[in-house]
């Protein structure tokens, strides 16, 4: 089994920074991605941005230029530095991950998402 525990939602002024975490932990071989995803109320989960183990990324349209997708291999850790945001960025963030477990089994698995609020 593999588990994903996110951390560093929050409420945040518009114009502000927020740097959101992932940890992964459970029976890992590999991650080959990471990312993140966010919902809004009354909207469809979308792409925020995506990185690969050989650091490949991509990045939701809303998003390029303001969010970077650092990650921490050695940690199996990935963050969601978010700058310049926008009340249009208030959804809640879901952390995702995929790769192979200990029996090279595919995992798929989602976190359980954690808040950010844009407001004034």
């Known amino acids: 089994q593999v588990q994903l525990v996110e951390s560093g939602g929050g409420l945040v002024q518009p114009g502000g920074s927020l740097r959101l975490s992932c940890a992964a932990s459970g029976s890992i071989f590999s991650i080959n991605r990471m990312g993140w995803y966010r919902q809004a109320p009354g909207k469809e989960r979308e792409l925020v941005a995506t990185i690969t183990s050989g650091g490949s990324t991509n990045y939701g349209d809303s998003v390029k230029g303001r969010f970077a997708i650092p990650r921490d291999n050695a940690k199996n850790t990935v963050y969601l530095q978010m700058n310049s945001l926008k009340p249009e960025d208030t959804a809640v963030y879901y952390c995702?991950?995929?790769?192979?477990?200990?029996?090279?089994?595919?995992?798929?698995?989602w976190g359980q998402g954690t808040q950010v609020t844009v407001s004034s």
């Open positions: 995702n991950a995929a790769g192979f477990t200990t029996t090279r089994s595919m995992y798929n698995v």
